[in-house]
């Protein structure tokens, strides 16, 4: 497991899996809430492409949550990559 140091964003857990798979993504804990996985070449600027870990009810984060991610993948796609590429052993 390794965290992602592109950007961090208060009371979130954000991470990348070192034994997950393609296509490349990281993964959104709020502790004790929830986990969404969000695709890194599938987000833009007006959608954050993600799907829900658990709990299985969740519908996702709030829409500022969903904003703050959406322009932190689209700002820092190149570097989100790089990390995937040297995190990751899918």
Do not use: C, Q
Request: glycine share 4%.
């Amino acid at each position: 497991m390794g965290k992602v140091e592109a950007f961090a964003i208060e009371g979130f857990e954000i991470l990348f899996y070192s034994n997950d798979h393609l296509p490349p993504h990281f993964h959104v804990k709020k502790t004790g809430e929830w986990e969404i996985r969000v695709e890194i070449r599938e987000t833009t600027e007006n959608m954050l492409a993600f799907s829900v870990k658990w709990p299985n009810d969740f519908d996702g984060p709030s829409s500022n949550t969903r904003k703050v991610l959406r322009t932190s993948v689209v700002e820092h796609r190149e570097e989100l990559l790089e990390e995937w590429e040297e995190k990751v052993n899918y």
